[in-house]
């Protein structure tokens, strides 16, 4: 046994060197930087320019006097949509000729009007490119419903004033608990399926080289099989840290440069200094039980060819089992809970979000325990895989030199 691990941690430093200090390391690292940073820019350049493009602008065909109390009703619910607010409202002069001026609104490409709405409150039509039951319909009906209940009480001698809500705040409540937990859970779950993702897809094609060498022949007839993969995952487990350690000080820094603060989140439920560790424990987890899986099956395959057909099924696989984890948040305790903490593949994330849901210590060290055993497994059914189809291939000729050697 301790010459088994004694040869996993040979290969494993072997590689883990051969991997940091190459050159390609540098960019390994930078890439992802590079890309989230300006997909980020970008991405909230497009959303603030789309928000503006796709907000519905309606013309009204009114007199100002019939205008007026539809504005003041659009003025006054709009605050309580936020950044969805309410369609944008433009007057238009009446026209002897309604239809033909409805016509002409919706056909102008510069007033990029959505709808057109005549009749006023008491016969209102509403008339453009939107569908029955769309929400521009709904929120065009609000403003005017508004609008004559306005009217009305203002006829009845009435003056209805806005209410006033008085505030109390607390601390906190289960529900608004409950909540803030399930989003640090669905965060925990992506973060460990982003970087399993952007992280263990090499492993497919790790033996490739080393198989097209015949170095494979060479490590096998000195070292067992199941030390080399194990190795390798030890060594890719150890590269994937460190550029989870280069990416999250970067991420770090860069929060507390544009914010001043650090981001506030959601506290799960076992504290920030365990869920961290426990999230670096199922991220070691997930990516030793993928990764083995990976390696066996790239380990199988002959050129980069089959490696490249073997990434979409593989990157399919992975997100299907994201998503049977996902469906575990909130329910944990339930039957579909139960079942993503125990299968194997979906069990680390599974396992996230119940530390954010749940203070409770013990199934972690349990679920810790089986994912470890489906590691070993997972590298015994490899080495066993690739043993049998890969070194007796042609001819038998290295299954003799490994015998030899023994």
Known sequence: ????????????????????????FLFFLLGPLLVIGISVMFGSVSERMARQDIHATVAVVASPAEFAPIAAAQARLN????????????????????????????????????AVLTGGIDRPVLTGAIETDGSTGKQVALILDQARQQ????????????????????????????TNR?????????????????????????????????IIEVLAAALPIDSIFIGKLIAMLGVSLVGIAVWVTGAVAAILLWSGQSA???????????????????????????????????????????????SMPVTVGQMLVFLFASMSVGPFNSLLGILAAIF?????????????QTPELWPHLVALLWQAFWVWLTV??????????VLKSGGGSAAALIQRRR
């Not at 605050?79 to 102008?108: C, I, K, M, N």
């Not at 203002?154 to 409950?178: D, F, H, Q, W, Y």
């Open 1 to 24: 046994m301790m010459g088994s691990l004694q040869a996993a941690l040979v290969i494993a430093r072997r590689d883990f060197v051969a991997t940091v200090w190459s050159r390609t």
């Open 79 to 114: 605050p309580a949509f936020g950044e969805q607010r309410l369609p944008d409202l433009v007057r238009e002069d009446p026209d002897y000729d309604r239809a033909t001026q409805v016509h002409d609104l919706l056909a102008s490409p510069g007033k990029r009007i959505l």
């Open 151 to 178: 009217r009305d009480s203002a006829a009845a001698g009435r003056t209805a004033a806005p209410v006033k809500v008085s505030i109390v705040e607390v601390e906190g409540s289960e529900g608004a608990l409950a």
């Open 182 to 214: 399930a989003i640090t859970a669905r965060g925990g779950q992506f973060l460990l399926f982003m970087l399993t993702v952007l992280l263990s897809g090499m492993l497919l094609s790790n033996l490739l080289e080393e198989k097209s060498n015949k």
């Open 264 to 310: 506030g989140l959601p506290e799960p439920a076992v504290g920030w200094p365990l869920f961290v560790i426990l999230v670096l424990l199922y991220y070691s987890a997930n990516y030793m039980l993928l990764g083995a899986l990976f390696l066996g099956i790239g380990s199988q395959a002959n050129s980069v060819r089959e490696v490249q057909t073997l």
């Open 344 to 356: 194997p593949f979906s069990s680390p994330m599974a396992m996230v979000a119940r530390a954010a």
């Open 380 to 389: 015994a059914l490899a080495a066993t895989l690739f043993r049998r189809n």
